[in-house]
């Protein structure tokens, strides 16, 4: 403990003086119909005012690119689909050609059959 050299009365006169000094401040400080806090208040309520303005074109803007955002997502969406549907289309064409291609093939099969039968009894 350091020595402190203000007795009980100091400290009372000093913590005396304090709230003195602070409620000279608080009397002095201007009223709500002075002039200067008058134009204050209406600085403070046009900076609010744009504020609040700027946060709705935000949010406006927000809601806007959101929105366009979910159309491209549904283009894309879309334009999968198609592109899957022409896959599944080409994929059926192919396998229909294969089909249609396969009596040929089996018949053609049986002909060259045949023939090394054939070709192989002349021998």
């Known amino acids: 403990m350091s020595f402190n050299p203000q007795s009980f009365a100091d400290r009372?006169?000093?913590?005396?003086?304090?709230k003195?000094?602070?409620?000279?401040r608080f009397k002095?400080?201007?009223?709500?119909?002075?002039?200067?806090m008058i134009r204050r208040r209406t600085e403070r309520e046009a900076v609010a005012?744009?504020?609040a303005e700027r946060e709705a074109e935000k949010a406006a803007q927000r809601a806007q690119e959101e929105r366009l955002a979910a159309i491209e997502r549904e283009r894309l969406a879309e334009q999968q689909r198609q592109n899957e549907l022409a896959r599944q289309a080409a994929?059926?064409?192919e396998l229909a050609k294969i089909e249609a291609e396969r009596p040929?093939?089996?018949?053609?099969e049986a002909v060259q059959y045949?023939?090394?039968?054939t070709s192989g009894k002349r021998r």
Do not use: C, H
């Open 12 to 18: 009372q006169v000093s913590s005396a003086n304090a």
């Open 20 to 24: 003195k000094a602070l409620l000279e």
């Open 28 to 36: 002095a400080r201007p009223k709500a119909d002075d002039p200067i």
């Open 49 to 51: 005012s744009a504020r």
């Open 91 to 93: 994929r059926q064409a």
């Open 104 to 108: 040929r093939k089996v018949l053609l």
């Open 114 to 117: 045949m023939q090394e039968r």
